[in-house]
């Protein structure tokens, strides 16, 4: 999973019941259009997102319905466990994995080496 | 110094455009619109059964997004990444949606009617038969050796050219239903176009005195 994936990810868990409206998640997470909306379609396909359009009616609230986001019940676990894994693998002292913007076999920071 | 004058010259004209045009755009609101068709054009390079869905929700968000300027940027950032976020959801890219519209125009060629297709080359080139038939009668089975003279009395009768009135013959040319021999043939040839000369000056001569009689000569 990607940084941007796990801090939408981390926004939905923080209440896995509510339902985040998708402007609200890319306000939290820092991410524009072009970045959050392939990927809340990528979460959605995996099955750990899922979404539905608000029940308002756009003549009465005078603006279009809005797409409301929650974390499913596999995604809730699922995000659980890619969280604690990214915490483990970002704690200090710990070997940083590839992927992560180190190369491995390089000391982390923080001064403890592999 | 001249560089200088020049200089200022067009900056100061260059401010008064960027002013007048700003004026123009915030009101006419042309932010929102060009915002919003920003995010329909993005919302295009999706496949065709997410658009709709894509694109109310981003024409959403620059609804609830503040001022002026943001929306834009967001609209932009969305177009900016459309192409790959199409490829990732399974649109084709520009290129392969080219090759595939200019395959669409190769097969609609290939399907249209063989008739259609062949008729084409006959607007250029000639047809190796020529309309005009020999002249012969109908219940003959052999042409009609025609002398030279006679062709020259039919082609002196289709140049005739009369100011003032037409002619027309309304009585058949040729009486094909008999049995004609080439000399019987060419004999009432004759007697028609002397029958018709004669009609011709008889009208000519009505004519000419019509006209007479209508200047009262």
């Not at chain 1, 029940?55 to 466990?81: C, F, I, K, N, Q």
């Not at chain 2, 068709?37 to 065709?48: G, H, K, M, S």
């Not at chain 2, 190769?106 to 084409?120: I, K």
Request: overall charge positive; proline content about 7%.
């Amino acid at each position: 999973m990607t940084v941007n994936v796990l801090r939408v990810l981390r926004v939905l868990l923080e209440d896995p019941t509510a339902e985040c409206y998708g402007l609200e998640i890319g306000r939290a997470v820092g991410l524009r259009g072009g970045s959050l909306y392939p990927l809340l379609g990528r979460l959605e396909d995996a099955g750990l997102v899922v979404s539905r359009w608000e029940d308002t009616d756009p003549s009465m609230a005078g603006r279009p319905r809005r797409r409301l986001y929650r974390l499913s019940t596999e995604g809730v676990e699922r995000a659980r466990v890619a969280i604690a894994e990214a915490q483990q693998d970002l704690a200090p002292g710990e070997q940083a994995a590839p992927g992560w913007g180190r190369t491995a076999g390089l000391p982390a920071p923080g001064g403890a080496s592999a | 110094m001249t560089a200088w004058l020049l200089t200022t010259l067009g900056g100061a004209v260059v401010a008064a455009v960027v002013i007048a045009a700003k004026a123009d755009l915030e009101d006419a609101d042309v932010y929102r619109w060009v915002a919003r068709r920003l995010v329909y054009r993005a919302a295009l390079r999706l496949p065709r059964g997410e658009r709709a869905r894509w694109r109310e929700e981003a024409e959403a968000h620059l609804l609830d997004l503040p001022g002026r300027l943001l929306p834009l940027w967001w609209a932009l950032d969305t177009y900016w990444h459309s192409g790959s976020w199409g490829r990732a959801r399974g649109a084709p890219s520009r290129l392969q949606a080219l090759i595939g519209q200019v395959r669409a125009a190769g097969q609609r060629l290939r399907s249209l009617p063989a008739g259609l297709l062949r008729a084409r080359p006959r607007r250029y080139f000639p047809p190796r038969t020529p309309d005009w038939a020999p002249l012969q009668p109908l219940s003959t089975t052999r042409a009609v050796p025609l002398d030279s003279g006679l062709v020259d009395l039919l082609a002196a009768e289709r140049a005739l050219l009369l100011p003032g009135f037409h002619v027309a013959r309304v009585e058949p040319a040729f009486t094909l239903d008999e049995d004609l021999s080439a000399a019987t043939f060419a004999r009432q040839l004759r007697q028609q176009r002397r029958d018709f000369e004669a009609d011709l000056d008889r009208r000519t001569e009505q004519y000419r005195r019509r006209l007479a009689e209508e200047l009262g000569l």
